[in-house]
T-cell receptor
Framework: SQTIHQWPATLVQPVGSPLSLECTVEGTSNPNLYWYRQAAGRGLQLLFY??????ISSEVPQNLSASRPQDRQFILSSKKLLLSDSGFYLCAWSGGQGKADTQYFGPGTRLTVL | DAKTTQPPSMDCAEGRAANLPCNHS???????VYWYRQIHSQGPQYIIH???NNETNEMASLIITEDRKSSTLILPHATLRDTAVYYC????????????????FGQGTTLQVKP
């Protein structure tokens, strides 16, 4: 069966510090991968998606970037965090092969920027 | 903007069926109805999805009206652990420049199961 991991689970960072969040998927190959953010009391917003290694598409302009160095690894980064980057970050995967499919979410990382 | 409309909150007695409605009057012919739920401080959990036929799995049943403009998620015997925000989403599986596979989450329905 497939599983998705995210770490860390929680993170408190000062403004201006760098960020690296990691997501890995097990039990599947060539998945589509997604990064979402959920601000407090709000719905999920898609930040990035990837259909393959090194292929990243951004949904909204922001202070963040994403990379996919391996087939089942998706990383969210920032060089300098802003207060507005605080939120609940969720990674999701779906079947790939160039088509959309049911998305399954990880446990999330709660980021607080102070 | 979300393509669905859900009541903001509902209560249900433990052990009774919870029926959560969703309106999606602008749904397209190739769009599926998906349901997810999010328990506090956790990632969304996939529940069920359907195109036009009713669907059932080990978690829930999905009833879609014949005109596909609305649907109902049924939790047959609600427990306290079913307390969560339930999201109804419509999406297609067809990738295009305007459909990147993203799920558009609205505000959902907060279901409170009470003992």
């Amino acid at each position: 069966s497939q599983t998705i991991h995210q770490w860390p689970a929680t993170l408190v960072q000062p403004v201006g510090s760098p960020l690296s969040l990691e997501c890995t998927v097990e039990g599947t190959s060539n998945p589509n991968l997604y990064w979402y953010r959920q601000a407090a009391g709000r719905g999920l917003q898609l930040l990035f998606y990837s259909v393959g290694i090194g292929q990243i598409s951004s949904e909204v302009p922001q202070n963040l970037s994403a990379s996919r160095p391996q087939d089942r690894q998706f990383i969210l980064s920032s060089k300098k965090l802003l207060l507005s980057d605080s939120g609940f970050y969720l990674c999701a995967w779906s079947g790939g092969q160039g088509k959309a499919d049911t998305q399954y979410f990880g446990p999330g990382t709660r980021l607080t920027v102070l | 903007d979300a393509k669905t409309t859900q009541p903001p909150s509902m209560d249900c007695a433990e052990g009774r069926a919870a029926n959560l409605p969703c309106n999606h009057s602008t749904i397209s012919g190739n769009e599926y109805v998906y349901w997810y739920r999010q328990i506090h401080s956790q990632g969304p959990q996939y529940i069920i999805h359907g195109l036009k036929n009713n669907e059932t799995n080990e978690m829930a049943s999905l009833i879609i009206t014949e005109d596909r403009k609305s649907s109902t998620l049924i939790l047959p015997h609600a427990t306290l652990r079913d307390t969560a925000v339930y999201y109804c989403i419509v999406t297609s599986f067809e990738w295009s420049s305007s459909n990147t596979g993203k799920l558009i989450f609205g505000q959902g329905t907060t279901l409170q199961v009470k003992p």
